[in-house]
């Protein structure tokens, strides 16, 4: 398995907190994605990083920020949590091997729940 | 209309049978990906493929380009190969961004 990890796995908030999600990984892939998955919908993105501090937004990035500081990791901010951002949230990674068309590989995922 | 369109959305077999998944989309694409994701579980990888066809164990992907269609097959299905199967396109452009289908729900019976 792809060596990539989120946490927290299971978080419960209220409404106006702010919330951060980590994704850690080991494979030094330069990609890294974070997504939203809701009923009905398919995996949506959030924001993605093409490198250390390079950063853009995706199709669903309202309401979240996110920073990627080192290779390694890539944390995503709820900045004020709404009942709209409960979900489950998944990170990926791409990009191995210097190449951007690899496989993705997927943290198991952080449920997020907003009250 | 979605760019990654996946049918049936819900499928129900019986152990041993051949299954079917399909994938139609829009856009242009670098790569096309088969995704496994069982309940309340991760999503694994299980194919990406530009052309042609792959084989795993008893999994087979194919794709074409000209028509824009994959299709998922499953041979002699087994009660756990029960998950949501997903495709996936890397569209062409920067950072290989993945568009997701919904998603088909497959559930296999003994």
């Known amino acids: 398995d792809a060596g990539i990890t989120q946490s927290p796995r299971h978080k419960v908030t209220e409404t106006g907190t702010p919330v951060t999600l980590r994704c850690h990984q080991t494979e030094n892939h330069r990609y890294m994605y974070w997504y939203r998955q809701d009923p009905g919908h398919g995996l949506r993105l959030i924001h993605y990083?093409?490198?250390?501090?390079?950063?853009d937004k995706g199709e669903v990035s309202d309401g979240y920020s996110v920073s990627r500081s080192k290779t390694e990791d890539f944390l995503l901010t709820l900045e004020s949590a709404t009942s709209s951002q409960t979900s489950v949230y998944f990170c990926?990674?791409?990009?191995?091997?210097?190449?951007?068309?690899?496989?993705?590989?997927f943290g198991q995922g952080t449920r997020l729940t907003v009250v | 209309k979605n760019e990654v369109e996946q049918s049936p959305q819900n499928l129900t077999a019986q152990e041993g049978e051949f299954i079917t998944i399909n994938c139609s989309y829009s856009v242009g694409i670098s790569a096309l990906h088969w995704l496994q994701q069982h309940p309340g579980g991760g999503i694994v990888s299980l194919f990406m493929?530009?052309?042609g066809k792959k084989k795993h164990g008893r999994l087979i992907a194919t794709i074409n380009i000209q028509e824009k269609h994959s299709s998922l097959h499953i041979t002699a299905s087994h009660p756990r190969d029960s998950a949501v199967y997903i495709c996936a396109v890397s569209n062409t452009g920067t950072a290989s961004k993945l568009t997701f289908g919904t998603g088909t729900r497959l559930q296999v019976t003994l």
């Open positions: 990926a990674i791409r990009g191995g091997q210097g190449t951007m068309n690899t496989e993705a590989f």
């Open positions: 493929l530009s052309s």
């Open positions: 990083s093409y490198g250390v501090k390079d950063t």
